[in-house]
T-cell receptor
Framework: DVKVTQSSRYLVKRTGEKVFLECVQD?????MFWYRQDPGLGLRLIYFSYDVKMKEKGDIPEGYSVSREKKERFSLILESASTNQTSMYLCASSLPPPLVGPGEAQHFGDGTRLSIL | LAKTTQPISMDSYEGQEVNITCSHN???????ITWYQQFPSQGPRFIIQ???TKVTNEVASLFIPADRKSSTLSLPRVSLSDTAVYYCLVGAPYNTDKLIFGTGTRLQVFP
């Protein structure tokens, strides 16, 4: 079974701090994703990466950056945390899509509930 | 991008069959339909995916009519452990990053 591990289940930080959220997957997946999940808004894609050192902006990248130095690890960075970044953060990984046929499922971690005070 | 519409919530009782319908009027030719399940305090989990007609696995069935403008996730004989949020996603396989998880359907199963 694919295992996506997020370093913390709960995290409390202060406004203005630089915050690192870590995600590790053990299935050699090329694709990795960071989402945030807020009540009434569903999951929204922040950034994704389809290879080491590659990154692409998702729908809501403002205030965030990412790092992918190794294939198994994808880090989300809040450059200067603000209260509106209080949320549940979910990391996912997947194989790249095939040339034909259905896409690959995304495998999610259990999330990090981040509170910014 | 195909937008999806699904009920906000549904209630059922143990042992019943539950059908959750998703509307996607703007589905494109290359789009597939994928369903995920999310339990509280966990990340979403892939359930089933299909392109047309019917797909069945050990967990659920997915019915897709010929016009593909809607799809129905069918959960046979639900149990309390099926209480979760169910998301319908529509998109092309090569646009993995463009898949949109909406707010989903919150299914509550009662004893």
């Amino acid at each position: 079974d694919v295992k996506v591990t997020q370093s913390s289940r709960y995290l409390v930080k202060r406004t203005g701090e630089k915050v690192f959220l870590e995600c590790v997957q053990d299935m050699d997946h090329e694709n990795m994703f960071w989402y945030r999940q807020d009540p009434g808004l569903g999951l929204r894609l922040i950034y994704f990466s389809y290879d080491v050192k590659m990154k692409e902006k998702g729908d809501i990248p403002e205030g965030y950056s990412v790092s992918r130095e190794k294939k198994e690890r994808f880090s989300l960075i809040l450059e200067s945390a603000s209260t509106n970044q209080t949320s549940m953060y979910l990391c996912a990984s997947s194989l790249p899509p095939p040339l034909v046929g259905p896409g690959e499922a995304q495998h999610f971690g259990d999330g990090t509930r981040l509170s910014i005070l | 991008l195909a937008k999806t519409t699904q009920p906000i919530s549904m209630d059922s009782y143990e042992g019943q069959e539950v059908n959750i319908t998703c509307s996607h009027n703007n589905i494109a030719t290359n789009d597939y339909i994928t369903w995920y399940q999310q339990f509280p305090s966990q990340g979403p989990r892939f359930i089933i995916q299909g392109y047309k007609t019917k797909v069945t696995n050990e967990v659920a069935s997915l019915f897709i009519p010929a016009d593909r403008k809607s799809s129905t996730l069918s959960l046979p004989r639900v149990s309390l452990s099926d209480t979760a949020v169910y998301y319908c996603l529509v998109g092309a396989p090569y646009n993995t990053d463009k898949l949109i998880f909406g707010t989903g359907t919150r299914l509550q199963v009662f004893p």
